[in-house]
């Protein structure tokens, strides 16, 4: 049955440029044309446009065409790995908000283990610590986001528990995609020790990507759903 393009873009509520994106995007199967020029869209079709805008709220655009390619190049497995990895991200983000949380409520992030003598942390220990990579650090440092003491004998990063918290916040914010004037804004709020609107904030944060997961679940059925329209298209 050929579908027409208005009635699929009604149905999705985007327009029918949209449409014609992706199928120049090449994120779903090639499109026949009729005698008289206009495309022709299949019920496999329509599966594809409703995975795609299923899978866009939780996975973006990048992501999903990404899975679209590969499942038109019939690499599912490919393609749902795509999908873990994301998730797995995804909760890793989770994590770290609640790690957040926690260290903006207590009134120092208690990261030291009993007996060192040592002042600061380097920033392997803060690494593994927040879960965040050091390169990702070394780069928040360089943008003025926090700043770092150094060790006066070695030269080394030496992280104090207020910078902790700094890192923390930071990657929460940006994982919940928040402007940088804002992730400033909340870093001088927690040096000038006003840490009510952070911990507000990063709760918003947690709230955004529990969001994430259930669009990111959305997507995963909408994909299920899709195979499962193209085994049975293929057995007829």
């Known amino acids: 049955m050929n579908i027409r393009p208005i009635d699929i873009a009604r149905k999705l509520h985007i327009s029918t440029t949209a449409l014609r994106h992706y199928e120049d995007w090449k994120i779903i199967p090639p499109v026949e044309r009729g005698a008289n020029g206009y495309r022709i869209y299949t019920q496999v079709h329509v599966g594809y446009f409703e995975c ?4 866009n709220d939780g996975f973006g655009m990048q992501l999903t065409s990404k899975v679209m390619k590969k499942i038109i190049r019939g690499e599912t497995d490919e393609a749902l790995w795509l999908m873990s990895g994301s998730q797995a991200a995804l909760y890793q983000d989770k994590l770290i908000a609640e790690k957040t949380i926690k260290a903006l409520e207590s009134e120092e992030i208690h990261t030291v283990q009993p007996g060192r003598r040592k002042k600061g942390m380097t920033i392997g220990e803060v690494s593994e610590l927040t879960m965040i990579p050091s390169s990702a650090i070394r780069h928040w ?3 003025g ?39 400033k804004r909340i870093i001088k709020e927690i040096d000038d020790n006003h840490v009510e609107n952070a911990i507000k904030t990063a709760r918003e944060s947690l709230h955004f990507l529990n969001q994430m997961n259930l669009n990111q679940l959305r997507g995963a059925s909408c994909l299920h759903k899709l195979l499962e329209l193209l085994k049975e298209s293929d057995s007829k």
């Not at 795609?52 to 899978?55: G, L, N």
């Not at 070695?154 to 929460?172: D, K």
Request: without cysteine; positive net charge.
């Open 141 to 143: 440092e360089k943008m």
């Open 145 to 183: 986001l926090i700043a770092i003491e150094r060790d006066k004998e070695n030269g080394y990063r030496s992280f104090s528990p207020a910078n902790v918290r700094q890192i923390l916040i930071i990657r929460t914010l940006k994982a919940a995609v928040w402007s940088l004037d804002i992730i």
């Open 52 to 55: 795609i805008r299923a899978m």
